[in-house]
């Protein structure tokens, strides 16, 4: 890490957190046993890819696998609140998650030209831009700027357990606004909504809630974005009406019925891909656009997702649905 990195950082976030985020990354970040949420990470084991691969291949779905994570789609969502802003009735955020750039270029130009062809107000991406989760992201970053020029709108994000908090200048540079325990305020004809986003929970743990949630003064609506939704019920008790996660592919190998094997998440199932509710939060867990460990998948189409915001006059049912 050279010292202008360095001090960009810390201009950009505080001496302290800079220095602390960078301190749990040396002391974590390829361990595959007792960090973060999960005991075991399979990501950070040495043998899983080839372990993996060789499976699939000995089960000759390998190569279907590999056609599919390529088919990237975009998906639908509209979410109903009683307490929307009428200014953002009808607004529009592309949401994109779990990229793995290098893992699979021919995705990553699936959803680059997906992105091009929709009309959204916002981009949001909700972490795991690098393949590996420790080392060099100069290869991921050469794929990210390409899929950047193809979205013409402001972009957000927020890092995951797979992201260096080196990261930022860089992503700042080609213009993705990284929220790292920060709010960003929207507005629209005299009303505004926050964007809250967090870091990442489900490893490095230095998520912060407590934090973005003061920001956002009592009554206004606010959108929450977190690499992982296992942060679920402390979203829903600091006021958050939206959440927009990733993190879990929805398994990515899936059993027929887009059952997963596993989530690599402590949170109920139903929560692992697509629309849910909790008390009055409305989430989204995208399945992703990439692929993680080997770019294989199997009954679990890879994903961004549009999400339409709408206003629901009076009382009513304020639950999300998904297309």
């Known amino acids: 890490m050279d010292s202008d990195t360095l001090q960009k950082l810390e201009r950009r976030l505080g001496r302290?957190?800079?220095?602390?985020?960078?301190?749990?990354?040396?002391?974590?970040?390829?361990?595959?046993?007792?960090?973060g949420l999960n005991f075991f990470h399979i990501e950070n084991w040495y043998s899983?890819?080839?372990?993996?691969?060789?499976?699939?291949?000995?089960?000759?779905?390998?190569?279907?696998?590999?056609?599919?994570?390529?088919?990237?789609?975009?998906t639908r969502h509209e979410a109903g609140f009683t307490d929307l802003p009428r200014a953002f009735q009808g607004f529009r955020i592309l949401h994109i998650s779990d990229l793995h750039v290098e893992m699979n270029p021919v995705a990553m130009q699936a959803a680059a030209r997906l992105a091009k062809e929709s009309e959204y107000d916002i981009c949001v991406m909700t972490g795991d831009f690098r393949a590996n989760t420790y080392g060099p992201f100069d290869e991921m970053m050469e794929g990210l700027a390409k899929l950047r020029e193809a979205i013409d709108s402001p972009v957000y994000a927020v890092l995951g357990n797979h992201?260096?908090?080196?990261?930022?200048?860089?992503?700042?540079?080609?213009?993705?606004?990284?929220?790292?325990?920060?709010?960003?305020?929207?507005?629209?004809?005299?009303?505004?909504?926050?964007?809250?986003?967090?870091?990442?929970?489900?490893?490095?743990?230095?998520?912060?809630?407590?934090?973005?949630?003061?920001?956002?003064?009592?009554?206004?609506?606010?959108?929450?974005?977190?690499?992982?939704?296992?942060?679920?019920?402390?979203a829903a008790h600091a006021d958050f009406r939206?959440?927009?996660?990733?993190?879990?592919?929805?398994?990515?190998?899936?059993?027929?019925?887009?059952?997963?094997?596993?989530?690599?998440?402590?949170?109920?199932?139903?929560?692992?891909?697509?629309?849910?509710?909790?008390?009055?939060?409305?989430?989204?867990?995208?399945?992703?656009?990439?692929?993680?460990?080997?770019?294989?998948?199997?009954n679990c189409p890879p994903e961004i997702t549009l999400h339409t915001l709408n206003r629901i006059e009076g009382p009513g049912d304020k639950s999300g649905s998904a297309q």
């Open 16 to 35: 302290r957190h800079a220095r602390q985020r960078l301190g749990i990354e040396r002391d974590a970040e390829s361990r595959a046993f007792g960090q």
């Open 48 to 74: 899983a890819h080839a372990v993996i691969r060789l499976s699939l291949m000995m089960s000759g779905l390998y190569w279907r696998g590999r056609r599919n994570a390529e088919r990237v789609r975009l």
């Open 163 to 234: 992201d260096s908090i080196l990261m930022v200048p860089a992503m700042e540079e080609i213009g993705i606004r990284v929220l790292v325990n920060e709010c960003e305020l929207l507005e629209r004809d005299g009303q505004r909504l926050f964007l809250a986003g967090i870091d990442d929970a489900h490893f490095f743990r230095v998520d912060n809630i407590e934090k973005v949630a003061e920001e956002v003064p009592d009554g206004d609506f606010a959108i929450l974005l977190s690499h992982t939704p296992e942060v679920y019920r402390q």
């Open 242 to 298: 939206l959440m927009l996660s990733g993190h879990t592919h929805g398994g990515q190998i899936c059993l027929p019925g887009s059952v997963p094997v596993t989530l690599d998440a402590k949170l109920p199932r139903h929560m692992g891909a697509g629309a849910w509710r909790y008390h009055e939060l409305i989430g989204y867990t995208s399945v992703g656009a990439g692929s993680c460990i080997v770019p294989v998948r199997l």
